[in-house]
């Protein structure tokens, strides 16, 4: 995998939770995921389309979406509701549209999916190939989410 | 010199995420505006402004049915609302598709993610430079 692409969506997710959910973040070390069970209680998975292909996907806490959700809306959240699910797609939105216009600006072209959202303990993440997935933890006040990078092999299209 | 923002103007907000859509209305009430209606994608929200008399858009780019994009393209070329001041607010950032969204008519834009202050002053660019030219 181009390491080069892995950077914009940390700077992307940084950005996104600062500036509509006032939330400091702080990155991890990332590690290497070999298997599709994910690290926490809600995920928003993003296709992308390039050459080369690829995926990515935000999974956070219970405790942690529910504190991000609340200062994104102003609203306090007990359980993993629609609403939250609604917010943790329009948060992989955002987080994948800021990282492909950073790509963007560097020349590379991508197109992104409409989110999807998966939940309940120990749900898998499907990424949209076969290549290693690339996992960065990240902690909050409130816990801890996750950011996975899946992308192929192959040339990208540039200009 | 800003000019006085017309707060009773209604607006319509349309995205087909349900989470941006409760964001944009906080901002435009915490802005001071109180007559607020959404549209969770362009063709519901063509059919709300063909039916109701709506002051002002703002609109999300990527939606299931029609666009933001073919939403506005559709707003120009209706009579009725051909004039309709609209905001779009999007992750198309890209300068490809602002100059889409400009040659489309848009009045501004803004690229998220954004903060309160952001929406103001680009609702206040708007309403400036139509009375300008007014």
Redesign the interface.
Same mark, same amino acid.
Request: proline share 0%; no cysteine; hydrophobic share 35%.
């Given at each position: 995998m181009n390491v080069e692409f892995i950077n914009p969506f940390l700077s992307a997710t940084i $950005?996104?939770l600062k500036? !509509?959910a006032f939330t400091e973040v702080t990155a991890g070390k990332p590690f290497l995921k070999n298997d599709k069970i994910s690290r926490g209680d809600v995920s928003g998975v993003v296709g992308i389309t390039g050459p080369p292909n690829g995926s990515m996907s935000l999974t956070f806490s219970k405790e942690c979406i529910m504190e991000i959700?609340s200062n994104?809306?102003?609203e306090t959240f007990q359980e993993v509701t629609d609403?939250i699910k609604?917010?943790v $797609?329009?948060l992989s939105? !955002?987080i994948?549209?800021?990282a492909?216009?950073d790509l963007?600006?560097k020349g590379y072209s991508f197109k992104t999916s409409?989110p999807t959202v998966v939940s309940g303990p120990g749900h898998e993440i499907r990424h949209m190939c076969k290549a290693p997935t690339i996992a960065i933890p990240f902690n909050t006040k409130a816990g801890p989410f996750v950011v996975e990078i899946s992308f192929e092999n192959g040339t990208p299209t540039k200009g | 010199m800003k000019p006085e923002l017309n707060l009773n103007m209604k607006v319509l907000v349309v995205d087909d995420f349900a989470t941006m859509r409760k964001i944009v209305r906080n901002i435009l009430k915490q802005i001071g505006f109180t007559n607020i209606v959404e549209a969770d994608d362009g063709a519901n929200a063509l059919s709300i402004i063909k039916q109701e008399k709506i002051d002002f858009v703002v609109t999300d780019w990527n939606m299931p049915n029609m666009t933001g994009l073919e939403l506005l393209k559709n707003i120009r070329s209706t009579e009725k609302a051909k004039d309709m001041p609209v905001l779009m607010v999007t992750a198309e950032g890209l300068a490809e598709n602002v100059v889409d969204a400009v040659k489309a008519g848009v009045d501004n834009y803004i690229v998220k993610p954004f903060t309160a202050e952001t929406v103001q002053e680009k609702i206040e660019q708007i309403f400036a430079k139509r009375s300008a030219n007014s």
């Open positions: $950005g996104v500036t !509509m959700v994104m809306l102003g609403d609604d917010a $797609g329009e939105n !955002m994948s549209g800021t492909r216009n963007g600006n409409i | -």
